[in-house]
């Protein structure tokens, strides 16, 4: 598997930030893999619109500026890793 070169920490249902969970997006250039390590989160991608319902065998790929947010589905925890280039999985 490809390694990121960045991740955020481990976020849970209460300290996830208010930012990932409103409209956002990756830079130029950016690609992301949100992973859910326990629990579930529901990512919603709002161009094209669609929404993924994630666990810890289903991770949720970003491209690169495409606006989305997730939302916390009960307990869980959760991180974003960051890619040059696209991910494995």
């Known amino acids: ?4 070169y960045r991740s955020t920490p481990v976020f849970n ?27 579930k989160v529901k990512l919603t991608y709002l161009e094209p619109p669609s929404e993924l319902l994630l666990d810890s065998d289903t991770p949720g790929p970003l491209l690169p500026e495409q606006p989305h947010f997730v939302e916390p589905i009960g307990a869980m925890k959760m991180r974003v890793d960051f890619y040059s280039e696209p991910p494995g999985g």
Do not use: I, S, Y
């Open 13 to 39: 249902e209460t300290n996830l930030p208010a930012a990932l969970r409103a409209r956002h997006a990756t830079k130029v250039g950016v690609w992301g893999m949100v992973r859910v390590l326990e629990g």
């Open 1 to 4: 598997m490809d390694e990121p």
